[in-house]
């Protein structure tokens, strides 16, 4: 069974920078399709931003865009989420989650499209 692990959340104030990181254990992420996604308390888990297999597509969230920027390191096998000018309304756990190869489809980040997901990480920006 493929596991994703996710690290880099923490607690930071309005305005600063976290990176995420989301790695697969026994394996790289090199050649897959990911996704971030974000719950926030009492909130349905969202879409942040999805890197695809192929290409490096990226798409983000309208609410994170110019913030948010995902990227791959193939020599390390990782997937990151860099998240700048943070914001309170950012807040919640953040997951990575490996996805079906559909791009067309995942794009749009329909959570039946990601099969593995990783047990997430808390991002808390307050002041």
């Known amino acids: 069974q493929l596991q994703l692990v996710e690290s880099g959340g923490g607690l930071v104030q309005p305005g600063e920078s976290l990176r995420l990181s989301c790695t697969a254990s026994g394996t790289t992420l090199n050649y897959d399709t990911v996704g971030w996604f974000r719950q926030a308390p009492g909130k349905e888990r969202e879409g942040v931003s999805c890197i695809s297999s192929v290409g490096d597509n990226t798409v983000y969230a309208d609410s994170v865009k110019a913030r948010f920027t995902i990227s791959r390191d193939k020599s390390k096998g990782t997937v990151y989420l860099q998240m700048n000018s943070l914001k309170p309304e950012y807040t919640g756990v953040y997951y990575c989650?490996?996805?079906?190869?559909?791009?067309?489809?995942?794009?749009?980040?329909?959570?039946?499209?990601?099969?593995?997901w990783g047990q997430g990480t808390q991002v808390t920006v307050s002041s």
């Open positions: 989650a490996l996805a079906v190869d559909d791009w067309p489809v995942v794009r749009t980040m329909p959570h039946v499209m990601f099969k593995y």
